[in-house]
């Protein structure tokens, strides 16, 4: 069987003359095989350990803000103010 321009596997770009698909490494001797088809998804081994994946994505545990930064209270605290002193003036 010649080499396909297209892998009919996993649909990469075959080069002329290659042994096998740089992308899932079907050739004529596996036949195109559903193996190589498998190994070209990329998925996770079935011992795939999410926690452990993330911690080495993501680094550390992740930090959740608690409450309100103080310099949004000092904020909204000007805003009554500044709104006070506008009712005072108009009244």
Do not use: H
Not at 35 to 53: I, T
Request: contains cysteine; charged residues 25%; aromatic residues 10%.
């Amino acid at each position: 069987m010649p080499t396909p321009e297209i892998c009919p596997t996993c649909g990469a770009e075959v080069p002329r003359n290659a042994k096998a698909c740089p992308e899932c490494g079907s050739d004529e001797e596996t036949g195109w095989s559903e193996q190589a088809r498998y190994d070209a998804l990329d998925l996770p081994e079935e011992k795939f350990d999410y926690d452990e994946f993330a911690k080495r994505e993501f680094g550390s545990e992740p930090t959740i803000p608690r409450g309100i930064p103080w310099f949004w209270w000092v904020i909204a605290l000007l805003l009554v103010v500044a709104a006070a002193m506008a009712i005072l003036a108009v009244g």
